[in-house]
């Protein structure tokens, strides 16, 4: 389309009104673009694994132009977590057994890149609602409202801080932060409880087993409620619940039903989310690990 000199002065002068500048309208584009990125599904793990290094130093220096850009930020964090979880932690624990330097160097190499993940979170969602940490300190009366488009973000400031919580028990400060990270996920899911077709659920199940005197019932309770909201379709929540109640609990025989279970989900035409696709692979490895776990 061309625009002619009358036309182009008009636009020059809304953007001047507007206090915009046509590099800030090419990072908003740019933002725009790589969070619609950062959903898209890739159904070859390695392929994501190889391209995920370029897509998330991009996409991160686009957001330090453009903190505000809350769909950037959570895909952002999204993806870092995603990485560190599927690429890094979860490699440390497939080499553990023949290196255990290296997968104590893995293993601080995914805490990094989880609290790299939830501070991008967090930071939008401090820009969003000023005072956020402090108000999940204290009573859930002063928490604020997130809406609609910041239950995401706030889903992956959680998890994120959830997993670098994880891989810190030598570190008291981090550890610490474990209700503050398990009431961030409370608020998200007080705004959508379905999100994520039962991954949020999940989450705050996760914590509940996690926490220091926390209830095995209503942790057993959301992880029934996460793959109700799954419509039994999602492999990540059935591995969850294996983890976090059968084999606490020494049931191997429920801890390998839930991950058969997990494997034997059918697969339909359209191709497997990363998470999915990772959890199957774990579900996988878990089998096989069941007899020096029980």
């Known amino acids: 389309m061309k625009v002619g000199l009358g036309g182009a002065a008009c636009v020059l002068g809304m953007m001047a009104l ?13 933002a725009d673009g790589l969070a619609a990125q950062g959903q898209s599904t890739e159904e070859d793990l390695e392929l994501a694994r190889e391209a995920s290094a370029f897509y998330l130093k991009l996409s991160e220096s686009v957001l330090g132009e453009q903190p505000g850009h809350l769909a950037l930020a959570e895909s952002v964090a999204a993806g870092f977590t995603q990485y560190a ?8 624990e497939r080499v553990e057994e023949r290196n255990l330097a290296e997968a104590e160097r893995l293993r601080q190499r995914a805490a990094r890149l989880y609290r790299r993940a939830r501070n991008h979170a967090m930071g939008a969602l401090e820009q969003a609602h000023p005072g956020l940490l402090r108000a ?13 488009s ?5 889903y992956w400031a959680a998890a994120a801080w959830g997993g670098w919580i ?43 087993g996690a926490r220091p005197g926390g209830s095995r019932a209503q942790a057993l309770a959301w992880f029934d409620q996460a793959i109700a909201q799954s419509g ?63």
């Open 150 to 154: 910041e239950v995401g973000l706030a």
């Open 85 to 92: 979880y599927a690429f890094v932690a979860f490699e440390a």
């Open 232 to 294: 039994g379709r999602s492999p990540g929540a059935l591995v969850a619940k294996a983890e976090g109640v059968a084999l606490p609990a020494g049931d191997r025989d429920a801890f390998e039903g839930l991950l058969n279970q997990a494997l034997s989900l059918p697969v339909t035409d359209a191709p497997l989310s990363l998470q999915d696709q990772v959890m199957r692979r774990r579900a996988a490895w878990l089998l096989e690990k069941s007899a020096d776990l029980f």
């Open 18 to 30: 507007a206090g915009c500048s046509p590099r800030q309208m090419v990072m908003e584009r740019l």
């Open 136 to 148: 999940l300190a204290g009573p859930p009366e002063g928490w604020p409202a997130l809406g609609q």
């Open 166 to 208: 994880s891989l810190s028990k030598d570190n008291p400060e981090v550890v610490a932060d474990l209700p503050l990270a398990a009431r961030l996920a409370r608020l998200a899911w007080q705004s959508d409880p379905a999100w994520g077709r039962g991954s949020l659920t999940g989450l705050l199940a996760t914590f509940e």
